[in-house]
């Protein structure tokens, strides 16, 4: 799933190729994707997109004539720009054609139709938009605001940072880096949390997600997962930890799987499945 630094570059190059473009009409191929039904898709027809912008893990394209299409590509989506002509696949769910004889196509691979679009006059009308909590690279993230969001509930920091009504455009990959950066253990409670180590998550916040932008920033084409090749613990099991040689583990959480160095996060100690202990129970 793309998360925050991909969302950034993606937002970037669409908004380099279709800034001030026309729509002269759209084509829904999988009504299902299309959560609204007011105003209706035709209501871009002749409408020039004006900016590209991210809302969490959202996409919005704002038009001329104050209609925002707000994407989540979930797991597998895609935003594809490619000529007119090209037929349509069964992955391509939606076509917005511009006026350069190109379309702009929202795609996902797989069986399972997860993306979901919405066009409304205000993003804000998007529940999950309405509910976002702070944007790690917006003005307001600040160390302050951010300690107030830790201590509005206690729970782990794992969830804390992958809610997105706490920290938008977070999600389980670089939740992991940011605990990695930050050496604390995903199970952590936030309410438990001392004051220089709620400062380093913090921080690393800020670095882990600046950084792999940064990173992004020099692909000659847009990021997706293949290129997520400097990470530190995500999706790298028993192998070493950057920092201490400590073999990298994972542990099942809720319905998501969390890479951690014992040496550097949980003073040597394995997390149990909890998961499977619950299984067992
Ligand atoms: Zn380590």
Redesign the pocket.
């Known amino acids: 799933m793309p998360e925050l630094p991909e969302l950034e570059i993606i937002k970037s190059r669409l908004r380099l190729t279709l800034a001030g473009r026309r729509i002269l009409g759209a084509t829904l191929h999988h009504p299902a994707v299309l959560k609204t039904v007011d105003p209706p898709l035709e209501a871009l027809t002749d409408s020039h997109i004006s900016s590209v912008s991210r809302l969490g893990k959202f996409l919005s394209l704002n038009t001329d004539n104050k209609l925002h299409l707000c994407v989540h590509l979930m797991l597998n989506g895609r935003l594809i720009t490619i000529p007119s002509n090209q037929p349509m696949t069964r992955h391509h769910l939606l076509a917005l054609h511009l006026d350069n004889k190109t379309d702009l196509r929202v795609a996902e691979s797989g069986s399972k139709r997860r993306v979901a679009v919405h066009l409304v006059t205000n993003p804000q009308k998007v529940e999950r938009i309405a509910q976002l909590g702070l944007d790690p690279l917006g003005p307001q993230f600040t160390l302050n605001r951010f300690r107030s969001a830790l201590k509005r509930r206690n729970r782990t920091v794992k969830r804390f940072l992958t809610d997105q009504r706490a920290v938008g455009g977070i999600g389980n990959c670089y939740s992991d880096e940011i605990l990695?950066e930050a050496r604390l253990s995903p199970f952590q409670k936030t309410g438990a949390l001392k004051p220089e180590e709620s400062i380093r998550l913090f921080m690393a916040v800020k670095k882990v997600l600046a950084d792999a932008i940064i990173r992004f920033k020099s692909l000659d084409h847009l990021p997706d997962r293949r290129d997520r090749t400097f990470l530190k613990v995500h999706n790298r099991l028993e192998q070493p930890?950057?920092?201490?040689?400590?073999p990298v583990r994972r542990v099942s959480y809720k319905e998501s799987t969390t890479y951690y160095?014992?040496?550097?996060?949980t003073g040597g100690r394995i997390l149990a499945d909890r998961r499977l202990s619950r299984l067992l129970k």
């Open positions: 990695f930890c950057p920092v201490c040689d400590t160095c014992p040496g550097c996060q």
